[in-house]
Protein backbone atom coordinates (compact mmCIF):
# COMPACT_ATOMS: atom_id res chain seq x y z
CA UNK A 1 0.00 0.00 0.00
CA UNK A 2 1.78 3.44 -1.14
CA UNK A 3 1.80 5.55 2.16
CA UNK A 4 -0.28 7.83 3.05
CA UNK A 5 0.06 11.91 1.14
CA UNK A 6 1.39 14.16 3.77
CA UNK A 7 -1.21 16.62 4.70
CA UNK A 8 -1.52 20.51 5.59
CA UNK A 9 -2.56 19.37 9.18
CA UNK A 10 0.20 17.06 9.39
CA UNK A 11 2.89 19.25 7.86
CA UNK A 12 1.49 22.28 10.64
CA UNK A 13 1.40 19.99 13.03
CA UNK A 14 5.41 18.70 12.64
CA UNK A 15 6.69 22.12 12.47
CA UNK A 16 4.38 23.43 15.40
CA UNK A 17 3.28 26.52 13.83
CA UNK A 18 -0.86 27.15 12.44
CA UNK A 19 -2.17 25.62 8.72
CA UNK A 20 -2.80 29.12 7.88
CA UNK A 21 0.66 30.70 8.35
CA UNK A 22 2.16 27.11 6.47
CA UNK A 23 -0.69 27.50 3.94
CA UNK A 24 0.55 31.23 3.15
CA UNK A 25 4.42 30.58 2.79
CA UNK A 26 3.54 27.20 0.39
CA UNK A 27 1.29 29.40 -1.60
CA UNK A 28 3.77 32.41 -1.36
CA UNK A 29 0.95 34.67 -0.40
CA UNK A 30 1.09 38.21 -0.25
CA UNK A 31 0.57 37.42 3.94
CA UNK A 32 3.87 35.75 3.44
CA UNK A 33 5.95 39.12 3.55
CA UNK A 34 4.77 39.41 7.32
CA UNK A 35 6.44 35.98 8.00
CA UNK A 36 10.21 36.09 9.09
CA UNK A 37 12.54 34.29 6.84
CA UNK A 38 13.94 31.11 9.05
CA UNK A 39 10.17 30.22 9.49
CA UNK A 40 9.93 30.34 5.55
CA UNK A 41 13.06 28.20 5.48
CA UNK A 42 12.10 25.70 8.61
CA UNK A 43 8.39 25.04 5.74
CA UNK A 44 9.94 24.74 2.74
CA UNK A 45 12.27 22.12 3.99
CA UNK A 46 9.92 20.27 5.68
CA UNK A 47 7.69 20.34 2.97
CA UNK A 48 10.35 18.73 0.99
CA UNK A 49 11.35 16.41 3.49
CA UNK A 50 7.90 14.61 4.05
CA UNK A 51 7.60 15.43 0.18
CA UNK A 52 4.54 17.36 0.90
CA UNK A 53 2.25 18.61 -2.17
CA UNK A 54 -0.14 21.32 -2.05
CA UNK A 55 -3.52 20.43 -3.11
CA UNK A 56 -4.54 22.23 -6.21
CA UNK A 57 -7.84 22.13 -6.43
CA UNK A 58 -8.80 23.28 -2.65
CA UNK A 59 -6.17 26.61 -3.67
CA UNK A 60 -8.01 27.10 -6.57
CA UNK A 61 -11.31 26.81 -4.59
CA UNK A 62 -10.29 28.84 -1.91
CA UNK A 63 -9.04 31.88 -4.10
CA UNK A 64 -11.18 31.31 -7.03
CA UNK A 65 -8.78 30.87 -9.35
CA UNK A 66 -7.45 28.37 -12.23
CA UNK A 67 -3.60 29.63 -11.68
CA UNK A 68 -4.01 28.25 -15.56
CA UNK A 69 -3.51 30.21 -19.27
CA UNK A 70 -3.58 28.96 -22.51
CA UNK A 71 -1.23 29.46 -25.64
CA UNK A 72 -2.25 29.14 -29.02
CA UNK A 73 0.95 28.94 -31.78
CA UNK A 74 0.43 27.55 -35.35
CA UNK A 75 2.97 24.93 -34.48
CA UNK A 76 5.70 23.56 -32.23
CA UNK A 77 9.37 23.22 -33.87
CA UNK A 78 12.93 23.69 -32.80
CA UNK A 79 12.57 27.17 -34.37
CA UNK A 80 10.70 30.30 -33.99
CA UNK A 81 7.61 28.94 -31.60
CA UNK A 82 9.91 26.34 -29.63
CA UNK A 83 12.18 29.57 -28.53
CA UNK A 84 9.39 31.69 -27.63
CA UNK A 85 7.46 29.07 -25.53
CA UNK A 86 10.73 28.36 -24.05
CA UNK A 87 10.22 32.38 -22.68
CA UNK A 88 6.65 31.81 -21.82
CA UNK A 89 7.21 28.54 -19.80
CA UNK A 90 10.14 29.72 -18.24
CA UNK A 91 7.86 33.08 -16.57
CA UNK A 92 4.50 31.04 -16.25
CA UNK A 93 6.73 28.38 -13.75
CA UNK A 94 7.92 31.38 -11.59
CA UNK A 95 4.76 32.36 -11.16
CA UNK A 96 3.57 29.14 -10.70
CA UNK A 97 1.19 29.23 -13.43
CA UNK A 98 0.12 25.88 -15.71
CA UNK A 99 -0.34 26.13 -19.33
CA UNK A 100 -2.16 24.71 -21.65
CA UNK A 101 -0.73 24.96 -25.91
CA UNK A 102 -3.05 24.46 -28.99
CA UNK A 103 -1.30 24.40 -32.47
CA UNK A 104 -3.86 25.32 -34.84
CA UNK A 105 -1.65 24.55 -37.87
CA UNK A 106 -3.18 27.98 -39.44
CA UNK A 107 -6.86 26.31 -40.05
CA UNK A 108 -9.29 28.58 -39.46
CA UNK A 109 -11.64 26.65 -37.82
CA UNK A 110 -9.23 25.76 -35.46
CA UNK A 111 -8.50 29.40 -34.92
CA UNK A 112 -11.61 30.11 -33.93
CA UNK A 113 -12.28 26.48 -31.70
CA UNK A 114 -9.20 26.48 -29.64
CA UNK A 115 -9.36 29.64 -28.18
CA UNK A 116 -13.41 28.80 -26.12
CA UNK A 117 -11.97 24.85 -25.49
CA UNK A 118 -9.44 26.89 -23.53
CA UNK A 119 -11.59 29.10 -21.86
CA UNK A 120 -14.23 26.17 -21.29
CA UNK A 121 -10.77 24.43 -19.62
CA UNK A 122 -10.80 27.59 -17.27
CA UNK A 123 -7.82 29.40 -18.15
CA UNK A 124 -7.48 32.93 -16.81
CA UNK A 125 -5.92 34.42 -19.84
CA UNK A 126 -4.62 33.96 -23.54
CA UNK A 127 -0.99 34.17 -25.18
CA UNK A 128 -1.65 34.13 -29.24
CA UNK A 129 1.30 33.90 -31.52
CA UNK A 130 1.10 34.97 -34.62
CA UNK A 131 -2.63 33.61 -34.91
CA UNK A 132 -5.08 35.92 -37.28
CA UNK A 133 -8.58 35.83 -37.04
CA UNK A 134 -8.82 35.21 -33.16
CA UNK A 135 -12.78 35.93 -31.79
CA UNK A 136 -13.11 38.66 -29.22
CA UNK A 137 -12.32 36.18 -25.81
CA UNK A 138 -13.94 36.95 -22.42
CA UNK A 139 -10.43 36.50 -20.54
CA UNK A 140 -7.12 38.54 -20.71
CA UNK A 141 -5.14 38.43 -24.40
CA UNK A 142 -1.47 39.02 -24.67
CA UNK A 143 -0.80 38.46 -28.61
CA UNK A 144 3.15 38.05 -29.55
CA UNK A 145 3.78 39.33 -33.79
CA UNK A 146 -0.13 39.88 -34.07
CA UNK A 147 -0.06 43.04 -35.45
CA UNK A 148 -3.16 43.99 -35.20
CA UNK A 149 -4.47 46.20 -33.00
CA UNK A 150 -7.60 45.13 -30.62
CA UNK A 151 -9.30 46.56 -27.94
CA UNK A 152 -7.52 45.47 -24.62
CA UNK A 153 -4.89 43.31 -25.99
CA UNK A 154 -1.44 44.16 -25.63
CA UNK A 155 1.02 43.36 -28.98
CA UNK A 156 4.48 42.24 -28.85
CA UNK A 157 6.58 42.29 -32.00
CA UNK A 158 9.95 43.13 -33.34
CA UNK A 159 10.33 46.53 -35.36
CA UNK A 160 10.15 44.90 -38.96
CA UNK A 161 11.64 48.55 -40.26
CA UNK A 162 14.36 48.66 -38.46
CA UNK A 163 15.36 44.68 -39.16
CA UNK A 164 14.89 44.70 -43.08
CA UNK A 165 17.11 47.82 -43.26
CA UNK A 166 19.52 46.26 -40.86
CA UNK A 167 19.52 43.08 -43.32
CA UNK A 168 19.27 44.94 -46.47
CA UNK A 169 22.30 47.62 -45.35
CA UNK A 170 24.56 44.58 -44.89
CA UNK A 171 24.40 43.49 -47.85
CA UNK A 172 24.16 46.79 -50.10
CA UNK A 173 27.58 46.93 -47.60
CA UNK A 174 29.13 44.41 -49.24
CA UNK A 175 28.55 45.15 -53.01
CA UNK A 176 25.06 43.33 -53.79
CA UNK A 177 22.63 44.80 -56.36
CA UNK A 178 20.70 41.56 -57.49
CA UNK A 179 19.04 40.73 -54.28
CA UNK A 180 16.14 37.37 -54.59
CA UNK A 181 13.80 37.60 -51.97
CA UNK A 182 11.41 34.68 -50.11
CA UNK A 183 8.33 36.60 -49.06
CA UNK A 184 6.52 34.87 -46.06
CA UNK A 185 3.58 32.98 -47.03
CA UNK A 186 0.13 33.96 -46.46
CA UNK A 187 -0.21 32.72 -42.98
CA UNK A 188 1.80 34.61 -41.55
CA UNK A 189 1.03 37.65 -39.63
CA UNK A 190 4.33 39.00 -40.31
CA UNK A 191 4.42 38.60 -43.93
CA UNK A 192 2.84 41.62 -44.59
CA UNK A 193 4.89 44.00 -42.57
CA UNK A 194 8.11 42.55 -43.11
CA UNK A 195 7.62 42.93 -47.02
CA UNK A 196 6.69 46.44 -46.34
CA UNK A 197 9.63 46.82 -44.48
CA UNK A 198 12.08 45.48 -47.22
CA UNK A 199 10.32 47.66 -50.08
CA UNK A 200 11.21 51.07 -47.49
CA UNK A 201 15.08 49.69 -47.18
CA UNK A 202 15.27 48.88 -50.85
CA UNK A 203 13.92 52.16 -51.70
CA UNK A 204 16.24 54.01 -49.52
CA UNK A 205 19.15 51.94 -50.10
CA UNK A 206 18.34 52.34 -53.88
CA UNK A 207 18.54 48.52 -54.94
CA UNK A 208 15.40 47.47 -57.22
CA UNK A 209 13.05 44.62 -56.36
CA UNK A 210 12.43 42.72 -58.98
CA UNK A 211 9.53 40.68 -59.25
CA UNK A 212 11.49 37.88 -61.02
CA UNK A 213 13.74 37.45 -57.86
CA UNK A 214 11.11 37.41 -55.41
CA UNK A 215 9.29 34.38 -54.24
CA UNK A 216 6.56 33.72 -51.96
CA UNK A 217 6.67 30.77 -49.47
CA UNK A 218 4.03 28.02 -49.96
CA UNK A 219 2.15 30.11 -52.64
CA UNK A 220 0.59 26.95 -54.25
CA UNK A 221 -0.72 26.46 -50.73
CA UNK A 222 -4.72 26.87 -50.42
CA UNK A 223 -3.62 26.97 -46.42
CA UNK A 224 -0.13 27.40 -46.11
CA UNK A 225 1.04 25.22 -43.18
CA UNK A 226 3.93 25.52 -40.50
CA UNK A 227 7.71 26.72 -41.80
CA UNK A 228 10.01 23.79 -42.63
CA UNK A 229 13.39 23.56 -44.11
CA UNK A 230 11.66 21.61 -47.42
CA UNK A 231 9.65 25.23 -48.13
CA UNK A 232 13.48 26.76 -47.91
CA UNK A 233 14.62 23.97 -50.52
CA UNK A 234 11.65 23.76 -53.23
CA UNK A 235 11.37 27.88 -53.35
CA UNK A 236 15.27 28.36 -53.89
CA UNK A 237 15.02 25.47 -56.82
CA UNK A 238 12.43 27.87 -58.21
CA UNK A 239 14.46 30.48 -58.12
CA UNK A 240 17.45 28.83 -59.86
CA UNK A 241 14.96 27.53 -62.22
CA UNK A 242 14.35 31.21 -63.54
CA UNK A 243 17.59 31.29 -64.69
CA UNK A 244 17.76 34.84 -63.37
CA UNK A 245 21.26 36.07 -61.79
CA UNK A 246 21.42 37.05 -57.96
CA UNK A 247 24.25 36.90 -55.42
CA UNK A 248 22.52 37.67 -52.53
CA UNK A 249 19.04 36.04 -50.89
CA UNK A 250 17.44 38.02 -47.80
CA UNK A 251 15.01 34.69 -46.76
CA UNK A 252 11.70 35.50 -44.74
CA UNK A 253 12.93 33.21 -41.89
CA UNK A 254 16.08 30.85 -40.93
CA UNK A 255 13.96 27.75 -41.23
CA UNK A 256 13.62 28.68 -45.17
CA UNK A 257 16.81 30.26 -45.31
CA UNK A 258 18.47 26.80 -43.94
CA UNK A 259 16.28 25.20 -46.69
CA UNK A 260 17.53 27.28 -49.61
CA UNK A 261 21.12 27.11 -48.55
CA UNK A 262 20.94 23.01 -48.76
CA UNK A 263 19.41 23.40 -52.16
CA UNK A 264 22.00 26.28 -53.67
CA UNK A 265 24.69 23.97 -52.32
CA UNK A 266 23.49 20.73 -53.83
CA UNK A 267 23.39 23.11 -57.48
CA UNK A 268 27.22 23.31 -56.83
CA UNK A 269 26.70 26.97 -55.69
CA UNK A 270 29.08 28.36 -52.77
CA UNK A 271 27.86 29.72 -50.08
CA UNK A 272 28.45 32.70 -49.40
CA UNK A 273 31.51 32.99 -52.78
CA UNK A 274 28.75 32.42 -55.10
CA UNK A 275 25.29 33.49 -53.08
CA UNK A 276 24.99 34.97 -49.48
CA UNK A 277 22.27 33.88 -47.60
CA UNK A 278 20.38 35.98 -44.50
CA UNK A 279 17.56 34.65 -42.87
CA UNK A 280 15.55 36.32 -40.22
CA UNK A 281 14.92 34.83 -36.01
CA UNK A 282 17.96 33.30 -35.19
CA UNK A 283 16.83 29.74 -33.92
CA UNK A 284 19.14 28.14 -32.35
CA UNK A 285 20.59 25.86 -35.29
CA UNK A 286 21.58 29.03 -37.19
CA UNK A 287 24.99 29.31 -35.27
CA UNK A 288 25.41 25.55 -36.22
CA UNK A 289 24.96 25.32 -39.88
CA UNK A 290 28.10 25.13 -41.92
CA UNK A 291 28.31 27.74 -42.85
CA UNK A 292 27.24 29.86 -39.91
CA UNK A 293 23.49 31.63 -41.00
CA UNK A 294 23.92 35.33 -40.88
CA UNK A 295 20.42 36.42 -39.88
CA UNK A 296 18.49 38.90 -38.11
CA UNK A 297 17.43 37.94 -34.36
CA UNK A 298 14.38 38.74 -32.97
CA UNK A 299 14.87 38.24 -29.06
CA UNK A 300 12.27 35.40 -29.24
CA UNK A 301 12.83 34.03 -25.05
CA UNK A 302 12.72 37.43 -24.08
CA UNK A 303 9.35 38.47 -26.70
CA UNK A 304 7.73 35.36 -24.85
CA UNK A 305 8.64 36.11 -21.00
CA UNK A 306 7.18 39.52 -21.89
CA UNK A 307 3.94 38.34 -23.06
CA UNK A 308 4.02 36.47 -19.87
CA UNK A 309 4.50 38.90 -17.90
CA UNK A 310 2.33 41.09 -19.55
CA UNK A 311 -0.78 38.61 -19.26
CA UNK A 312 -0.53 37.66 -15.70
CA UNK A 313 0.03 41.47 -14.85
CA UNK A 314 -3.52 41.92 -16.45
CA UNK A 315 -4.95 38.69 -14.70
CA UNK A 316 -3.82 40.27 -11.32
CA UNK A 317 -5.14 43.87 -12.07
CA UNK A 318 -7.87 43.62 -14.68
CA UNK A 319 -8.80 47.06 -14.47
CA UNK A 320 -5.32 48.64 -15.11
CA UNK A 321 -4.73 49.86 -18.70
CA UNK A 322 -2.24 48.06 -21.26
CA UNK A 323 -0.34 49.30 -23.70
CA UNK A 324 -1.48 48.43 -27.28
CA UNK A 325 2.22 47.68 -28.66
CA UNK A 326 5.57 46.96 -26.94
CA UNK A 327 7.99 46.76 -29.50
CA UNK A 328 11.47 45.40 -29.16
CA UNK A 329 14.58 46.41 -31.26
CA UNK A 330 16.16 43.29 -33.55
CA UNK A 331 19.69 43.02 -34.03
CA UNK A 332 21.60 41.87 -37.06
CA UNK A 333 24.17 38.77 -36.72
CA UNK A 334 26.78 38.35 -39.06
CA UNK A 335 27.75 35.40 -39.22
CA UNK A 336 29.76 33.07 -41.66
CA UNK A 337 26.62 33.05 -45.05
CA UNK A 338 26.93 36.14 -46.15
CA UNK A 339 30.45 37.93 -48.31
CA UNK A 340 31.53 40.20 -50.68
CA UNK A 341 30.22 39.72 -53.93
CA UNK A 342 32.41 37.99 -55.95
CA UNK A 343 34.21 40.00 -59.13
CA UNK A 344 34.04 37.80 -62.19
Same mark, same amino acid.
Given at each position: ??????????????????????????????????????????????????????????????????????????????????????????????????? @???? %? &? +??? /????????? !???? *??????????????????????????????????????????????????????????? @???? %? &? +??? /????????? !???? *????????????????????????????????????????????????????????????????? +?????????????????????????????????????????????????????????????????????????????
Amino acid at each position: MPPKPTSLRSLAEYLKLSPATVSVVINDSPAAKAIPKHTKDRVLQAAQKLQYRPNFFARSLSLKRGFMVGVLVPEISEGYAASIMRGIEDQLLKEGYFY @FVAS %H &R +GKP /DLIQEYPRM !LIDR *AVEGVILLNTPGVPALSVPVVAISGHHRMPGVTNIAVDNRQATFAALEHLVGLGHRRIA @FFKG %H &R +GSL /DTELRWRGV !LRAA *AQLGIEVRPELTIQLQHHAENPGPSVPEEGYVTAQELLATGERFTALFAFNDISAIGAVRAFRDA +GLRIPEDVSVVGFDDIQAAAYLTPRLTTVRQPLRQMGEMAAQQLLARISNGKAKAPQLISLAPELIVRESTGPVRVS
